[in-house]
């Protein structure tokens, strides 16, 4: 009995290193937390993507829903991902940083914008009752401008 458990708790960590190994368990490397970032532009929603249908983009693991959307966001990276990346713009623009909601989403001027949403503040709300967008986009590329240093 006691050989059969060290052989299974062995099996587990083996299992376990292998996976860390090979990047699958290394959450900071998944963009957008899973979600297609092709999905918002052809289904206008945010939609769970798969590990089965993945990219490697500059670090980045890109999920997608089928091997369609690889071949759609392979034709054109920067156009699907994120301007903020993982930052939200509404609080980027007031000089701060705000972890992002990627169910909370708008897309401007063929750009993918992600935002904050907490019991606090919902940054698309926010962003959206302000009558200011190119400023708010102007003062959030500042400061992520100085973010990327």
């Keep these: 009995m006691l050989i ?3 052989n299974n708790t062995l099996f587990i ?5 292998i996976m860390l190994w090979s ?7 998944l963009a957008n937390q899973g979600y297609s ?3 918002y532009f052809e289904k206008g929603k945010a939609e769970m993507g798969s590990a089965e249908f993945y990219v490697e983009h500059k670090g ?3 999920w997608f829903t089928s091997s369609d959307q690889i071949d759609t966001f392979n034709t054109n990276p920067t156009r699907y991902i994120p301007v903020f990346a993982e930052f939200c713009p509404y609080s980027l623009a007031h000089g701060r940083t705000a972890a992002i909601d990627p169910t909370n989403f708008k ?3 063929d750009r993918l914008l992600l935002f904050h949403r907490s019991d ?4 698309l709300k926010a962003w959206e009752d302000a009558d200011n967008e ?4 102007r003062r959030a590329k500042g400061t992520f401008t100085l973010l990327e240093f």
């Design 4 to 6: 059969k458990l060290i």
């Design 13 to 17: 960590l083996i299992l376990i290193s």
């Design 23 to 29: 990047g699958v368990a290394q959450a900071d490397n």
């Design 37 to 39: 970032v092709v999905s």
């Design 60 to 62: 980045k693991h890109y």
């Design 107 to 109: 897309i401007v001027g």
């Design 120 to 123: 606090e503040m919902d940054g």
């Design 134 to 137: 190119k400023e708010l986009l």
